[in-house]
């Protein structure tokens, strides 16, 4: 790992966010059982979502303590999920709102409303564009439909994820694509392809690398290839997102998928290995065909929201209770035979300062045995980051330290919190 890449402060507010909600959502949700690039014709006169409301989608990641979302603009499938001037496959041919419909305007209102960041899932590859195989004329295709999304109608918008799912092997010009974007949107986040802000974690499991760097010169872009993308530029500052599904089998929503509904214990799971590795977390809640998220996942979603909060809502130790001595932060409490001065911990977590870049290569974490006053490892890890959630088994003890056991220079945690979450 190259070490001080710096990160810019636009990519620190997109670690901040940590936890964010995926919507697959168009012409799919209406076809029970197709799949990418499965050859069977879809046709929007299917599209009816009479229902849709996008507040209640909002509203719901709101509760939950999610900070952003992102929806499917365009699929694989090249359905647009706006009134697209540039194909007919699109919600201005289907029956909904009379053909007078924007899902992408609804739902960038609703994040606005509830204050979320506004991601939108654009898909290079289009099995129904006929001009994908023609490079030079998909990439003006794929600039013009930029264009509608980007180019203002809908305000600012935060983050574009470019899927590389069935793109192996096609050539776009990337450069041109992304200065046309970057001129339209200065501030935007870009997924995993082009000139790329945060990186994809490899899977679809929601589970980030470990060691989770920050800095690296190479991602991964395709579920159906082991070849990765190789930076121009070199090493660069790319943080982790990990996105999976709430329902084991699908994408979008299905009839026949409800058994796979992951539990909120199964959930939290996944948020200690992607925001307690130092990555994002983006979770997948399919819209079902009335155009709202169901009920068992929005229960399943807001179950783990709210266990995340009792978690880690009400710190027994906070960073003002720590003394700081070179790379080592330390608690020490007045002790004596009364067990009530001492401390029970299972939880403590860490967060880096990653203004000037990544330094903690690997740290430990000891209490002082209560009676003994013995200092005991109870984890050791590597990266920090933007946060690391070190659980262990419950230690009662007369203190805490934190210690720094190999760093690129200087080493700086903005904050250290200990919890008994039980």
């Known amino acids: ?46 599209f009816n979502p009479m229902g849709l409301d996008c507040n209640q989608w909002a509203e719901t990641v709101k509760r939950a303590g999610g900070n952003y979302m992102v929806l499917t603009a365009k699929h694989h499938d090249g359905f647009a999920n706006w009134p697209s001037a540039y194909t007919r496959f699109s919600v201005a041919s289907s029956p909904w709102k009379d053909g007078k419909g924007d899902v992408v305007r609804e739902f ?53 994820w470019f899927d590389g799912a069935h793109s192996e092997g096609h050539q776009y010009d990337w450069r041109r694509i992304i200065g046309e974007l970057r001129t339209m949107q200065p501030n935007i986040l870009i997924f995993n392809m082009g000139d790329p802000d945060y990186r994809w974690c490899g899977n679809e499991d929601g589970y980030a690398e470990y060691p989770n760097w920050n ?10 290839t082991d070849e990765k993308d190789v930076q121009a530029e070199g090493a660069g500052w790319l943080p982790q997102e990990c996105d999976f599904r ?62 995340i909060r009792r978690r880690f809502s009400d ?8 003394q700081r001595e070179g790379n080592t932060w330390s608690h020490q409490r007045d002790y004596s035979e009364d067990l009530s001065k001492s401390l029970l911990v ?28 013995t200092t005991i490892p109870v984890y050791e890890g590597y990266n920090v980051g933007n946060k690391a959630i070190c659980q262990f088994p419950p230690a009662r003890s007369r203190g805490l330290i934190v210690e720094v056991l190999e ?4 080493a700086e945690l903005v904050s250290v919190e200990a919890f008994l979450a039980g």
């Open 407 to 410: 760093s690129d220079g200087a």
């Open 346 to 373: 299972d939880h403590v977590v860490i967060r880096e300062n990653l203004t000037d870049g990544e330094s903690i290569r690997r740290f430990r974490i000891s209490v002082v045995a209560a009676h003994h006053g």
């Open 108 to 160: 960038v209102d609703a994040c606005r409303a509830h204050g979320l960041k506004i991601g939108l899932y654009y898909s290079p590859f289009d099995s129904e564009c006929p001009a994908y195989d023609d490079p030079k004329g998909y990439d003006d295709y794929f600039i013009n439909q930029m264009s509608e999304l980007f180019g203002g109608a809908y305000g600012a918008i935060d983050m574009v």
């Open 246 to 307: 709430i329902r084991a089998r699908n994408w979008f929503f299905s009839d026949n998928d409800a058994y796979t509904l992951k539990s909120p214990v199964e959930l939290l799971g996944n948020y200690y290995y992607s925001v307690g590795r130092g990555a994002n977390m983006l979770l997948n809640i399919a819209p079902d065909r009335r155009g709202l998220l169901p009920e068992p996942d929005c229960k399943s979603l807001l179950a783990m929201g709210k266990e």
């Open 1 to 46: 790992m190259a070490s001080k890449v710096k990160p810019t402060a636009r990519q620190l507010e997109f670690q901040s966010w940590e936890l964010g909600v995926f919507c697959h959502f168009g012409i799919r949700t209406f076809y029970e059982g197709h799949r990418d690039c499965d050859g069977r014709q879809m046709l929007p006169e299917a």
């Open 315 to 322: 710190p027994v130790l906070t960073t003002r209770d720590f």
């Open 215 to 224: 800095v690296t010169d190479r991602v991964n872009f395709s579920m159906f």
